[in-house]
């Protein structure tokens, strides 16, 4: 018999692929996302309308996310200039939407 904890994180594990697979995003693309965008997570929290918690615990998948809050989280981030990418695309990811925001600007000379 497996220990209760695993038993949890593989029921976990199993809900947020199934979640994956229907076009939401990952907790991974979550993070990145906020790295393109230098966002911290209080940031990002504020503009989708959770806690900063709620979010840290999607983020870390100790948590089954609910649509309505990776909807929230999506839009904020769609909203700060990113894209996400889907798995036909040969994997999940993300990026800027608009090219010309990735590319850093150096100072001359």
């Known amino acids: ?10 029921e976990l594990y199993l809900s ?12 991974a693309q ?5 790295g393109l965008l230098k966002w911290t997570q209080a940031a990002l929290a ?5 806690s900063v918690v709620t979010l840290n615990m999607i983020e870390s998948e ?3 996310p609910r649509k309505g809050s990776l909807a929230a989280i999506r839009q904020a981030l769609e909203g700060g ?6 798995t036909g695309a040969g994997g999940t990811g993300v990026r800027f939407r608009d090219e010309a925001q990735s590319l850093p600007t150096l100072p001359a000379g």
């Open 30 to 34: 979550i993070r990145a996302a906020r």
């Open 1 to 10: 018999m497996l220990p209760p904890e695993l038993c949890v994180n593989i």
């Open 46 to 50: 504020a503009k989708s309308g959770l």
């Open 16 to 27: 947020l692929s199934l979640c994956y697979r229907r076009g939401m995003i990952t907790a």
């Open 62 to 64: 100790t948590v089954q």
């Open 81 to 86: 200039g990113v894209e996400f990418i889907g």
